[in-house]
């Protein structure tokens, strides 16, 4: 997986889980696709209207702060939002959303540079993230190759599913 591209879905700044996923939905907890019915529903009601899998959020500073739900990346990832970009994650976020084999990609400005409805392209390789229509451009962090090999996977328990497999991963 070296490149992502879809239509942006742009948001401001501290994003909280419960706007993401609200907290009314926590009892749903191993029907995914109906979680993922959920999306932004308090705040965005047109959201489940109107994204498409294979969208990308643009985000600003700080998304998916608030409390550690998991839910909140799981739903975006069974919704079928291919990758977050933000200019900042909460950490358990960014860390949950690593898990459930979501990309999520810091990237200062992109916010600035892609407007709701545009194309991107996120270069996982290279790090940078290109407007399509602009062909504006900022840089990215690049994820640890540990990382890509996680989301390659298609999150954390898939990972080290095939490296049990594979015998890379011994027991004590």
Not at 9 to 17: A, I, L, Q, S
Not at 91 to 111: D, E, H, S
Not at 144 to 159: A, E, K, Q
Request: overall charge positive; proline content about 3%; hydrophobic content about 40%.
């Amino acid at each position: 997986m070296k490149m992502i591209s879809g239509r942006v879905y742009k948001f401001g700044d501290d994003v909280n889980t419960d706007v993401i996923y609200p907290g009314k939905y926590l009892s749903i907890t191993t029907d995914r696709e109906e979680m993922a019915k959920h999306c932004f529903e308090t705040v965005y009601p047109d959201f489940l209207k109107k994204a498409k899998p294979g969208d990308i959020i643009v985000a600003g500073k700080n998304f998916g702060c608030g409390s550690s739900r998991e839910q909140a990346a799981t739903c975006l990832k069974f919704f079928g939002i291919s990758a977050v970009v933000a200019d900042s994650f909460a950490r358990i976020f960014f860390r949950n959303a690593i898990n459930l084999g979501l990309p999520v990609i810091v990237a200062p400005g992109a916010a600035r540079i892609a407007e709701h409805g545009d194309e991107i392209e996120i270069d996982l390789e290279d790090g940078f993230v290109k407007n399509c229509k602009t062909g504006k451009m900022v840089q990215s962090s690049r994820l640890p190759d540990f990382v890509m090999g996680i989301l390659g996977d298609g999150g954390l328990i898939s990972h080290l599913q095939k490296r049990i497999r594979g015998g890379k991963i011994r027991g004590g």
